[in-house]
């Protein structure tokens, strides 16, 4: 049911006597005018309808959600504690040893990917615990302009992550790329072997990161290497594999890319690489990232993406709480209704028995 018009009054002369001088003048620039609207008067039955429809409609795609999600394939390895050939823990061999210390898993992680892939694409993501990338000074240790291909303009990386120094003294060279976050690379790297045929599988790694990053955020400068040094803790895996066959080479790595998206939570993931897998595989894991200092844990996840995303049970808990909500406060609605409409009866009926008994007496 709709109450309408909602009109504005009528003009007001400004000349007139009666226009009071602490009132503003009737014009656009100070008055705001009512134009012609009509309000909805809602019912009882009109908000209980709208509670059932919308439930109605929230708790099947809910369901939906759920169902897709539960048929994602995902599978997590936890390698935190993995043992070395040597009987003891990687993580204890990288933390008494030197900096530049790797270890490879003694442990084999047996991946298999059920038939129910859609087309065997899998992504392959690592994933680190109680790790705070949305930190402040973290977040902020790093040149934009550095990044944009402007080596020679450096902003916001602070000592020791900008200039670099050799026992003391100052080279006059600016690490590229400067700050705590490229310097705190994730250096672990995996491999795939396919266990019928012993065959290494090749890993995707191109457009595993946005494609604005890629174009405009990320821009390749040439490496200077008398103005310009790598970061620290890439430094030692340089001297140590010449071949370099995991530290980036340019900015524009898109494994370095996704490092450097801070995450907003202390667990996250990030994409590591793509691959077309069907079948059993074996996985072999080079270790070298340190997590033991803060109390860290590293994992990697094999993951099926669909229609929907990757798998999530967020979104259809969430449509199919709110569609539960809905239902409940219909019924609730449904419930008030009834008792106050039971009074009002009452009440009319009281009335009518007074009025009643009044004529008789007259």
């Known amino acids: 049911m709709f109450k309408c018009p909602c009109m504005k009054g009528p003009p007001r002369d400004e000349n007139s006597d009666e226009a009071h001088l602490h009132q503003p003048r009737d014009y656009k620039l100070y008055q705001q005018d009512l134009n012609p609207c009509c309000v909805l008067?809602?019912?009882?039955?009109?908000?209980?309808?709208?509670?059932?429809?919308?439930?109605?409609?929230?708790?099947?795609?809910?369901?939906?959600?759920?169902?897709?999600?539960?048929?994602?394939?995902?599978?997590d390895f936890d390698y935190t504690d993995c043992w070395a050939p040597s009987g003891k823990l990687c993580k204890d061999i990288i933390k008494e040893g030197p900096e530049g210390t790797e270890c490879t898993c003694?442990?084999?992680?047996?991946?298999?990917?059920?038939?129910?892939?859609?087309?065997?694409?899998?992504?392959?993501?690592?994933?680190?615990?109680?790790?705070?990338?949305?930190?402040?000074?973290?977040?902020?240790s790093q040149s934009f302009e550095q990044l944009l291909g402007h080596t020679e303009v450096v902003s916001a990386c602070d000592f020791p992550y900008k200039d670099e120094e050799v026992n003391g003294v100052?080279?006059?060279?600016?690490?590229?790329?400067?700050?705590?976050?490229?310097?705190?690379?994730?250096?672990?790297?995996?491999?795939?072997?396919?266990?019928?045929?012993?065959?290494?599988?090749?890993?995707?790694?191109?457009?595993?990161?946005?494609?604005?990053?890629?174009?405009?955020?990320?821009?390749?400068?040439?490496?200077?290497?008398?103005?310009?040094a790598w970061p620290p803790l890439w430094q030692q895996w340089i001297d140590k594999d010449p071949a370099n066959t995991f530290i980036p080479t340019t900015v524009q790595d898109e494994r370095f890319i996704n490092w450097m998206n801070p995450a907003a939570f202390p667990k996250f993931t990030k994409l590591y690489a793509k691959a077309v897998m069907e079948g059993k595989y074996t996985l072999t894991i080079n270790y070298r990232y340190k997590v033991t200092d803060f109390g860290g844990q590293k994992f990697v996840r094999f993951s099926e993406t669909s229609w929907m995303g990757g798998r999530s049970l967020f979104l259809g808990i969430s449509y199919v709480m709110c569609g539960i909500a809905c239902l409940g406060a219909a019924i609730f609605f449904t419930i008030i209704s009834q008792q106050t409409r039971k009074k009002r009866h009452e009440r009319k009926e009281l009335i009518d028995r007074q009025l009643a008994v009044g004529h008789t007496t007259v």
């Open 41 to 75: 008067v809602l019912t009882t039955q009109k908000v209980v309808a709208l509670f059932i429809v919308t439930g109605l409609i929230l708790l099947p795609v809910g369901i939906a959600l759920l169902f897709s999600s539960s048929t994602i394939y995902e599978q």
């Open 106 to 140: 003694d442990d084999k992680y047996d991946v298999d990917i059920p038939e129910s892939v859609v087309n065997g694409d899998i992504k392959i993501l690592y994933g680190i615990k109680n790790y705070y990338q949305n930190h402040r000074l973290y977040r902020l």
């Open 170 to 228: 100052a080279t006059g060279k600016t690490y590229y790329p400067c700050g705590m976050m490229a310097n705190s690379y994730f250096t672990d790297t995996f491999t795939l072997t396919k266990k019928s045929t012993g065959e290494v599988l090749p890993l995707i790694s191109q457009n595993i990161s946005w494609s604005g990053d890629r174009d405009i955020k990320f821009k390749h400068a040439e490496f200077n290497s008398e103005k310009s």
